[in-house]
């Protein structure tokens, strides 16, 4: 783990190879609680290419002056993507983007 939220990473080597390969990283809260996204790929270890595109989204505790992952969730493929972006885009139809959530920003919850 870290101490620097901006140091937090899904990055993983196995053998001096890069498995986990982050591709794109969007903090979402900052604080003593932290909620990062991370888009990534991960190689297959029969071909050594990377699949397609996954994303993981991780909440994190500091404790300690250390951040530690409490909770993560995968998302697996581009179109489990797609429903859960539709179905939150159904359900906060008359949200926009920063209108009500400059709490959610730098919330320590």
Known sequence: MSDNIDDLSVEFTQDDRLV??????????RGNWTTIMYKFVEMDKKTGEY?????????YQKRSGIYKMQSKFNISSGKQAHMISTALLGWFTDASPG???AKD?????
């Open 105 to 109: 920003e730098s919330s320590d919850d």
């Open 99 to 101: 209108a009500d959530d």
């Open 51 to 59: 699949g397609q595109p996954k994303v993981s989204i991780r909440r």
């Open 20 to 29: 986990v390969k982050q591709v794109d990283k969007k903090i979402l809260t």
